[in-house]
T-cell receptor
Framework: DAGVIQSPRHEVTEMGQEVTLRCKPI?????LFWYRQTMMRGLELLIYFNNNVPIDDSGMPEDRFSAKMPNASFSTLKIQPSEPRDSAVYFCASSLDSTGTSGGVFGPGTRLTVL | QKEVEQDPGPLSVPEGAIVSLNCTYSNSAFQYFMWYRQYSRKGPELLMYTYSSGNKEDGRFTAQVDKSSKYISLFIRDSQPSDSATYLCAMTAGANSKLTFGKGITLSVRP
């Protein structure tokens, strides 16, 4: 099993640019989570999907952030326009647990730097 | 008051020591409690998962939940250099409820 796959692993962009982060969950997992980790705020849940449907997006910081899950094997997190304060490590996680109580198996993360 | 508070550390102990990591929380609705381990530049991995109060043991690791005090702990016995990592507590009220993390504590086990 390849685990959760995220791309790109590193992204450096300039303020105002659109950023798209990608995630392939573990096959068979029906829950998917997007997290953001910074030194200041720690690890925060941004959005949680179950069976491709967004269940809780209360952690999405503002309208510049959007997430989609068009099918069971792919999800994107988009930031448009990006700002320097969006610099963080973004993790995707997936889980067999449909209740969302276990947090999931984490991917390696995408390290985003917005200049 | 933050929903979940975790000692910021860092914590440094000699090999073989017993380590105690703790989190407190304010939301009495929390029912599911987790500990994650995160190595440098890696994603967190689930270490322990418990429901409600009580103890759970897995090898050298013991997770303890005291809901009356709103306090959870992770004990590591016979700590090893390979245990050096950041440990995060996490908790949620239940199905489809938001998972809330502590900020994590970095543990260093000296050979």
């Amino acid at each position: 099993d390849a685990g959760v796959i995220q791309s790109p692993r590193h992204e450096v962009t300039e303020m105002g640019q659109e950023v798209t982060l990608r995630c392939k969950p573990i096959s068979g997992h029906n829950s998917l989570f997007w997290y953001r980790q910074t030194m200041m705020r720690g690890l925060e849940l941004l959005i949680y999907f179950n069976n491709n449907v967004p269940i809780d997006d209360s952690g999405m910081p503002e309208d510049r952030f959007s997430a989609k899950m068009p099918n069971a094997s792919f999800s994107t997190l988009k930031i448009q326009p990006s700002e320097p304060r969006d610099s963080a490590v973004y993790f995707c996680a997936s889980s067999l647990d449909s209740t969302g109580t276990s947090g999931g198996v984490f991917g390696p993360g995408t390290r985003l730097t917005v200049l | 008051q933050k929903e979940v508070e975790q000692d910021p550390g860092p914590l440094s102990v000699p090999e073989g020591a017993i380590v105690s990591l703790n989190c407190t929380y304010s939301n009495s609705a929390f029912q599911y409690f987790m500990w994650y381990r995160q190595y440098s530049r890696k994603g967190p991995e689930l270490l322990m998962y418990t429901y409600s109060s009580g103890n759970k043991e897995d090898g050298r690791f013991t997770a303890q939940v005291d809901k009356s005090s709103k306090y959870i702990s992770l004990f590591i016995r016979d700590s090893q250099p390979s245990d050096s990592a950041t440990y995060l507590c996490a908790m949620t009220a239940g199905a489809n409820s938001k998972l809330t993390f502590g900020k994590g504590i970095t543990l260093s086990v000296r050979p």
